[in-house]
């Protein structure tokens, strides 16, 4: 079955302590993204990869790290959490032709609370 | 950065009634793409749109492309219980083929 899975589906922290969220896709896309979705703002992008090795900056990176060491994994690193990191987290994948990216496929999403 | 104006920001209605969302922008999006997302889940496409006034449906779901490509609509006839989530528009600004931008959402209940 095609899917998008992340672990851990709930997570609960402290400020400080890292953490990685992990990402894995079956589908052999190029590209991969992460979002965080919060009341009223809707989803906003925090890094994607076009391709192994290849990373960038979204809307919100800040206090975000990513590495794409492989195609089918992209983990979310939190080096050092804050409250205000706490929030709903989305991976997503999908083709890229090179002109524009195909349909994305969603995660199920990890709850994330930092105290 | 840039986001996308939906409204409106929740919907209750009755088993039955039509809906109507929007979005819009004031920047060009060459894509529009409206998702949703139900509670526990990850967001699921539901249409995807790539030409200024191109109209699609899916079932019961009708979304266009506005003409000057700076606004979408979704529309759901006859609704029905199973209707109930989030709605998401997004899509692909100009020149950032590789990033894209969602809404705010609209969050639809639905009465028996």
């Known amino acids: 079955e095609a899917q998008v899975t992340q672990n851990p589906r709930y997570l609960i922290t402290v400020t400080g302590k890292k953490l990685t969220v992990t990402c894995s896709q079956n589908?052999?896309?190029?590209?991969m993204s992460w979002y965080r979705q919060d009341p009223g703002l809707g989803l906003r992008q925090i890094y994607y990869s076009m391709n192994v090795e290849v990373t960038d900056k979204g809307d919100v990176p800040e206090g975000y790290k990513v590495s794409r060491k492989e195609k089918r994994n992209f983990p979310l690193i939190l080096e050092s959490p804050s409250p205000n990191q706490t929030s709903l987290y989305f991976c997503?994948?999908?083709?890229?032709?090179?002109?524009?990216?195909?349909?994305?496929?969603f995660g199920p999403g990890t709850r994330l609370t930092v105290l | 950065g840039q986001q996308l104006n939906q409204s409106p920001q929740s919907m209750f209605i009755q088993e039955g009634e039509d809906v109507s969302m929007n979005c819009t922008s004031s920047?060009?999006?060459?894509?529009w793409l409206w998702y949703k997302q139900e509670p526990g889940e990850g967001p699921v496409l539901l249409i995807a749109l790539y030409k200024a006034g191109e109209l699609t449906s899916n079932g019961r779901l009708t979304a266009q492309f506005g003409i000057t490509r700076k606004d979408s609509f979704l529309n759901i006839s006859a609704s029905i219980p199973s209707d109930v989530g989030i709605y998401f528009c997004?899509?692909?600004?100009?020149?950032?083929?590789?990033?894209?931008?969602f809404g705010t959402g609209t969050r639809l209940q639905v009465t028996l």
């Open positions: 997503a994948s999908s083709t890229f032709t090179g002109t524009t990216t195909d349909t994305q496929y």
């Open positions: 920047s060009i999006f060459n894509t």
């Open positions: 589908m052999n896309h190029e590209y």
């Open positions: 997004a899509g692909h600004l100009t020149g950032t083929a590789s990033k894209l931008t």
